[in-house]
């Protein structure tokens, strides 16, 4: 795999990455409003076990959060070293 289908790979990985945070954050979304509608029920059983899954999902979304930030770090600093911000139709500068 050449320099610029490595950059290919790691631009798809990035997409990825934001795809699974936005999925994870509308499962916390999901559980808040499960949240919600228990306070008019007040089932003891979804009010003893949704915070702790609120929780560990809120945790799960800034994990991603950090690996799309150091990633995205990772991907730019190897973009730099290998001159891969050109346009692939011109020869990067030496």
Same mark, same amino acid.
């Given at each position: 795999? %050449?320099?610029?289908? =490595?950059?290919?790979?790691? %631009?798809?990985?990035?997409? @990825?990455?934001? %795809?699974? &945070?936005? !999925?994870?954050?509308?499962?916390? &979304?999901?559980?808040? =409003? ?12 979804? @009010?003893?076990?949704? +915070?702790?899954? #609120?929780? /560990?999902?809120?945790? !799960?979304?800034? =994990?991603? /959060?950090?690996?799309? !930030?150091?990633?995205?770090? #990772?991907? /730019?600093?190897?973009? &730099? @070293?290998?001159?891969?911000?050109? +346009? @692939? %139709?011109? +020869?990067?500068? !030496?």
């Amino acid at each position: 795999m %050449d320099k610029r289908e =490595q950059l290919t790979a790691m %631009d798809k990985i990035l997409r @990825e990455l934001e %795809d699974l &945070k936005n !999925s994870e954050t509308a499962v916390l &979304k999901k559980i808040a =409003q499960i949240e919600a509608e228990n306070m008019n029920l007040g089932v003891t059983v979804l @009010e003893l076990a949704l +915070p702790d899954i #609120h929780e /560990n999902i809120n945790t !799960s979304v800034e =994990q991603v /959060n950090e690996v799309i !930030s150091r990633f995205t770090e #990772h991907r /730019n600093q190897f973009s &730099k @070293e290998h001159k891969l911000e050109a +346009p @692939e %139709d011109q +020869p990067a500068t !030496s």
